[in-house]
C-alpha cells in the first residue's frame, strides 16, 4: 500500500501535468467509444432501415439490387412486376398484407414512390417503429403525394404546395407531367431512412400521369387527357416495381418466398429484407475499419505523450528517486512506484472518458436522431467496450514500464551527481 499511496502524492505534487496527461488519455478514450457507439449505432440504424417487413418481391435480379431500388431507391430498375403476379401473390392464404413500389419518376432530384395508402400503415423502421406526420397526413385524392423531412426541408414545402412530377430520374426530369400537378397533402416525421427523401403518391397516380403516354414518350401537342377526365378513367396498374409483404406466420417465409422464385408466369425474385441488408452492409461496412483505425492510433498518441510526460520528469526527479533508494527502496520499488503513476493515469483518464462519453450522448443523441436519423442508445457499457476499457488501462500500465525501466537502471550514485 506504501507505493500507491507515494504515486498518489507525486501525482498531486505535478497535478498541472497529471491533469493535461489525464484528459489527453481521457479525449482518446471518449473518441474511441464514441466511434464504437456511432459505428454500432450506424450498423443498427442501416439493419432497421426496413423492418417487420417479411419479404421483398420484384423481377429476377440479385437480392442487393432488389433491395437497394425497393428500399433504398438507388439505382435503376431492370424490369417490372405485372400486376397481375401482385394480385396472384397477394391472394396467397398466408399473406397478410402486401404494398406495392412503383418507380421512375423524380421531382427535383427526388426519387417519387408509387405506393397504397397502406405504405404508411405497414412499412416499419428501427425495430418496428410507425411512420408519423409533422403535418398533415396520408394521400386520400388522387392527385395528393406525401413527401419525407428532407424534401420538405430542401425544398422549404408545406402541406398544400402544388408540385410537377418529372418523367425519369436526376436533379431534372426528361419531361415534367405539368399539366396533371399533385398537391403535398402530407409530410412525414424525420426517420433516417430513405423514406426523407421520397415523394410518395398512389401506383393510381403514376398510372394517371402517364395514362396519354405511349411508349415512354410524351404526348403530342393536342392530345394530351386534362386531369379531370384521368380521374374518370380505369387506372388499375398495369406493372409495379416490387412489393412489401407481411405474412400471417413466419413459417411461412420460406415457402412462399420458394413460391415466388418458381413462379411460372414470369421470372420473379423474393428477399429477406434483413438477410439482404447484412449482405449489403458487409459491402459498404468497410468505413467500420478505418474509423477504429484513427480511434486506435488517437488512444496511441496519448499515451504516447503520458510516456513522454514521465520520461521528460524523470531528469528532475533523479534526487528523489536517489533519496527513496538511500532510505532503503529497492530497484524494483522505484519500478512499481512509475508503473503505479502510470497505470493510475490510465485509469483516471479511461473513467473520465467514460464519464465524457455518457454526457456527451446525453447532449447530442436527440439532436442527432432528429436530424441525421441515427439512433445512439445510452446503456451500461458492453462486454466489448469492458474489453476496450481494460485493454486501454493495460496498455497504460504497460506503457508506463518504459519509464519505470529508465528509472530502474538509475543507481544512488547516478542520483546524486548534479549535472550541468
Known amino acids: 500500500m506504501i507505493i500507491p499511496r507515494l504515486s498518489v502524492k507525486s501525482l498531486a505534487n505535478r497535478k498541472g501535468v497529471a491533469l493535461l496527461t489525464i484528459a489527453s488519455v481521457a479525449v482518446s478514450v471518449m473518441l474511441l467509444l464514441g466511434v464504437e457507439k456511432v459505428r454500432t449505432g450506424a450498423r443498427n ?12 418481391i420484384g423481377a429476377r435480379s440479385g437480392g442487393v439490387q432488389l433491395l437497394l431500388y425497393s428500399v433504398f431507391r438507388i439505382g435503376e430498375v431492370s424490369n417490372d412486376m405485372t400486376w397481375e403476379s401482385y394480385q396472384d401473390i397477394a391472394a396467397r392464404p398466408e399473406v397478410e398484407w402486401i404494398v406495392p413500389i412503383s418507380l421512375g419518376d423524380s421531382h427535383q432530384g427526388f426519387r417519387v414512390v408509387g405506393t397504397s395508402v397502406d405504405f404508411f400503415e405497414r412499412y416499419r423502421y428501427r425495430g418496428g417503429r410507425r411512420l408519423a406526420f409533422s403535418a398533415g397526413g396520408p394521400f386520400s385524392d388522387l392527385f395528393d403525394a406525401v413527401i419525407g423531412a428532407d424534401v420538405a426541408a430542401a425544398l422549404g414545402y408545406d402541406v398544400g404546395r402544388s408540385i410537377a412530377i418529372s418523367h425519369g430520374l436526376g436533379s431534372i426530369g426528361l419531361s415534367e407531367h405539368a399539366d396533371k400537378p399533385f398537391v403535398v ?6 426517420t433516417g431512412t430513405p423514406i426523407d427523401r421520397s415523394v410518395h403518391i398512389s401506383v393510381e397516380g403514376i398510372e394517371a400521369i402517364h395514362v396519354d403516354w405511349r411508349s415512354g414518350a410524351p404526348p403530342l401537342p393536342g392530345q394530351a387527357i386534362p386531369a379531370d377526365v384521368v380521374r374518370e378513367m380505369d387506372l388499375t396498374p398495369r406493372v409495379v416495381t416490387a412489393a412489401f409483404v407481411g405474412l400471417k406466420s413466419r413459417l411461412g417465409i420460406f415457402g412462399l418466398q420458394r413460391f415466388v422464385n418458381e413462379y ?41 505523450g503520458m510516456v513522454t510526460m514521465i520520461l521528460s520528469t524523470l531528469n528532475e526527479r533523479r534526487r528523489e528517486m536517489a533519496i527513496l533508494r538511500a532510505v532503503g527502496a529497492r530497484p524494483l520499488h522505484v519500478f512499481g512506484l512509475l508503473m503505479s503513476e502510470a497505470g493510475l493515469l490510465a485509469v483516471a483518464g479511461t473513467f473520465a472518458g467514460v464519464a465524457l462519453l455518457y454526457v456527451g450522448l446525453a447532449v447530442i443523441r436527440p439532436v442527432v436522431d432528429a436530424r441525421y436519423g441515427l439512433y445512439l442508445p445510452i446503456g451500461p457499457p458492453t462486454p466489448r467496450d469492458l474489453a476496450i476499457l481494460s485493454g486501454i488501462i493495460v496498455v497504460g500500465c504497460v506503457a508506463g514500464s518504459i519509464p519505470a525501466f529508465r528509472a530502474y537502471r538509475n543507481s544512488v550514485a547516478d542520483g546524486m551527481i548534479v549535472r550541468t
Open 45 to 56: 440504424s442501416f439493419a432497421d432501415t426496413i423492418s417487420d417487413t417479411d419479404l421483398i
Open 185 to 190: 397533402s402530407g409530410i412525414l416525421e424525420k
Open 264 to 304: 411460372r408466369e414470369e421470372a420473379l425474385t423474393a428477399i429477406l429484407p434483413g438477410i439482404a441488408l447484412i449482405e449489403l452492409w458487409s459491402i459498404v461496412g468497410v468505413a467500420e475499419t478505418a474509423l477504429i483505425a484513427v480511434s486506435v492510433m488517437v488512444v496511441a498518441t496519448a499515451f504516447l
